[in-house]
């Protein structure tokens, strides 16, 4: 039964990258906008129907790479896979008459296999490689923009990816090798290397690169320069379903059955600041995708928060709530970038109502999703000072949220092209946390409704709201911080490379001169010819 089942996972990986490889074909390139949409459905049905017992295995039996799903990775699978099927719709409607419409598919495709591919991967060699294949289409994506911006964007993305998978591919090698089996599989190597002698420096090396692909401060200038240049469909799989896997990486390779405060507490501590800091500047912008960028650097800093008390304290159901979080985070943030469009509005106020209820619902709103994933992370933080700071970061959440729900209204740049696919999205966005909330047994429903309850996760809501009705009516002016905040230091060292980079080809273009070249060959024969009558 498990090996039929592996089919599933078997098709989530092929169908993406099947269709990639067919867009070699000009023709069949330029028919698959209709495609994108279907192109996710293997994986949403692999997540739902797949077995979590048996691994699929493909390659020899002295080398194979090995897929499987956990909880926590079909969770996130599962809605990952249903954002990228409404945003396929959208995406096939934001290419219609663009003349490039061909890169932005081959970009698209190899996003998705590397995306649905790392939600699966169980080994660290198809888990490295799948993640290299996503941040390289991820920063084709944002290519895909208009501008220097985009340009800019986009190297700027590929290179931080790079420089933290440097970090990863250290701290993995160091992991498989304390193995006393030297295993390939992350079950193995998570189960090892709490015990290991060289689990310092690993565990560090992973944190540290999961945390910048995470977005971590001060590594999360990438986040808002990258969604602000990207297409609003490439922004909401970006900033929803792709950040994830970070995420889904640290909670399978860390331990969590073992305390270990020395690298839990500073990732917590890091994480709440991020929390807060995503906020802080997230309020000083007037753009909404900016405004939402800044928002998911808040709340990838509290997800890092829940990862961080949980393996500060030796929490085994971590992985699960972190997981469980951050699948609200990603159905919301993918929901609300659809949001923002340049086409104007026929209809925005019609969207407005549930755009608020979910947005709010990154607060903690009762009844939402949010306030189901809220509650669950509740009892990670404990009672001490961090639940203090998750309070208030749920009404520095609220106040960021009424911040940009009034951009919306100010602007009217909401898009015509909602259909129902965007408010079924919406409607996932509820439905979908509370139905996982019980059919994982996470908790019940009862619980929930509890009065105590749902007033607990009201008045952090309504506080911040009240900040945001002071900040408008006060008039208060903010200062003007530029996208990417400490990335504006970036650009000395961008001029700098780029003096060196025009240096050496202008030395290249001297060298391949057919005199300057004929001069080197010569001297070249002569010292080889000396070499040899050399005694």
């Known amino acids: 039964m498990g090996g039929a089942m592996n089919a599933w996972i078997a098709a989530a990986l092929a169908t993406p990258f099947v269709l990639l490889l067919a867009c070699v074909s000009s023709r069949f390139r330029s028919r698959m906008p209709a495609l994108l949409a279907l192109a996710p459905l293997p994986a949403l049905l692999a997540a739902l129907l797949a077995s979590h017992d048996v691994p699929l295995r493909i390659g020899s039996a002295r080398f194979a790479l090995v897929f499987a799903l956990d909880v926590p990775g079909a969770m996130l699978l599962g809605a990952a896979a249903l954002l990228w099927i409404v945003v396929g719709v959208h995406a096939r409607r934001y290419l219609l008459g663009r003349p ?114 995470a977005g971590l401060v001060p590594f999360h200038f990438w986040m808002p320069l990258a969604y602000g240049a990207a297409p609003v469909p490439a922004a909401a799989v970006l900033s929803g379903a792709v950040v994830k896997a970070s995420l889904l990486a640290m909670v399978r390779l860390l331990p969590f059955d073992t305390a270990l405060p020395e690298f839990g507490l500073p990732l917590a501590c890091v994480g709440m600041f991020g929390a807060l800091y995503g906020v802080a500047i997230g309020i000083t912008r007037s753009n909404a995708n900016l405004v939402l960028a800044y928002s998911s650097v808040s709340q990838m800093g509290f997800v890092m928060a829940i990862v961080g008390m949980g393996l500060a304290t030796g ?76 309070v208030a970061s749920s009404v520095a959440t609220a106040w960021l949220m009424c911040h940009l729900l009034r951009r919306l209204a100010v602007d009217a740049n909401l898009s015509a ?119």
């Open 100 to 213: 490039h419409a061909g890169a932005f598919v081959v970009a698209w495709l190899m996003t998705l296999t590397g995306c649905v591919g790392v939600f699966v991967a169980a080994d660290v060699v198809g888990f490295y490689f799948l993640l290299a294949v996503l941040s390289v289409g991820a920063a084709g994506l944002v290519l895909q923009g208009q501008g220097a911006q985009a340009l800019r964007a986009g190297a700027i993305y590929l290179g931080v990816a790079l420089f933290a998978e440097a970090f990863l591919l250290a701290g993995l090698i160091l992991a498989v090798q304390a193995s006393p089996s030297e295993s390939l599989l992350i079950a193995d190597v998570a189960t090892t290397l709490a015990s290991s002698e060289s689990r310092g420096a690993a565990l560090t090396l992973l944190i540290v690169g999961l945390g910048i692909k």
């Open 315 to 390: 929490n085994a159901a971590t992985p699960l709530i972190a997981a469980f979080y951050a699948v609200h985070h990603l159905l919301v943030k993918g929901t609300l970038f659809l949001c923002v469009d340049a086409v104007p509005a026929t209809r925005a106020r019609a969207v407005l109502v549930p755009a608020g209820v979910i947005a709010l619902g990154l607060a903690g709103l009762p009844l939402t999703g949010g306030f189901v994933a809220k509650y669950a992370a509740k009892d990670i933080f404990g009672e001490g000072a961090f639940a203090t700071l998750a």
């Open 417 to 535: 092209r909602f259909s129902w696919t965007w408010f079924a999205m919406a409607f996932a966005c509820v439905f979908v946390p509370w139905w996982i909330y019980v059919a994982t047994a996470i908790g019940t429903a009862s619980a929930l409704l509890a009065a105590p309850v749902l007033w607990s996760s009201l008045w952090p809501v309504l506080a911040g709201g009240a900040l945001a009705v002071a900040m408008t009516r006060t008039g208060i002016r903010w200062p003007a911080v530029p996208a990417g905040d400490v990335g504006a230091m970036l650009r000395g060292l961008e001029r700098v490379a780029g003096r060196i980079a025009t240096t050496f080809q202008q030395g290249d273009v001297v060298a391949r001169r057919w005199h300057v070249a004929s001069v080197a060959l010569l001297l070249i024969a002569a010292a080889f010819y000396w070499t040899l009558r050399a005694p």
